[in-house]
């Protein structure tokens, strides 16, 4: 065979017959576009899939006492119930890397002194950082109120602790027993 007979049996050989050449860049674009999805998109779901899975486990406090003396001068017991449930969620190597902790179904705090008892309830989330060393409570934990007078103690914002020394590394919002300002929650029990 002859070199042109080979060149005239192979023209149109992976080409775009009868198509102009706007039409060939087209295609070629979205053959393009197709061929790095297929590179792409596979590592970008191996990168997520790098991190070890999540872990939950829900737990359920049932009477947890505490008797505070110092925080009006006199006991006040403090008793939870309820389930709450905590995520961890860990890198690639298995470390923790930030965990958090948030209501599983009601939980509350009775504060119980002189024949007297408070109810709050506890919603707030409590995020911990293994990285960076801090926890952070957020949005409402508390809320007393005496009924027929009105709120008495309220915690309530946004508190990122040190998770090795327990201080305050910031805070905003209105955090009462934190602040201690909690002479209308004393004067009610006492």
């Avoid at 393009?32 to 486990?57: C, Q, Y």
């Avoid at 309830?121 to 995020?127: F, K, L, V």
Wanted: charged fraction near 15%; aromatic fraction near 10%.
């Amino acid at each position: 065979m002859h070199r042109d007979s080979i060149r005239r049996a192979g023209q149109g050989a992976g080409r775009f017959t009868g198509a102009t050449g706007r039409d060939r860049r087209t295609a070629w674009r979205v053959y393009s576009l197709l061929a790095l999805a297929v590179i792409i998109l596979p590592l970008a779901f191996a990168a997520s899939a790098l991190a070890a899975k999540p872990t939950r486990e829900v737990t359920v406090v049932v009477d947890s006492t505490n008797t505070n003396t110092t925080l009006c001068g006199f006991p006040i017991v403090f008793v939870e119930n309820g389930s709450f449930k905590v995520t961890t969620f860990y890198d690639s190597a298995g470390n923790k890397v930030k965990s958090i902790l948030a209501n599983a179904g009601p939980y509350n705090e009775t504060a119980t002194a002189n024949g007297k008892t408070l109810t709050a309830n506890y919603p707030a989330p409590y995020i911990t950082s293994f990285t960076n060393g801090t926890e952070a409570l957020l949005g409402l934990r508390s809320a007393y109120v005496v009924p027929g007078s009105g709120l008495v103690l309220l915690d309530a914002g946004r508190v990122v602790f040190d998770s090795a020394t327990g201080d305050v590394l910031s805070q905003s919002g209105q955090h009462q027993r934190l602040d201690g300002d909690t002479a209308a929650f004393c004067a009610y029990f006492a």
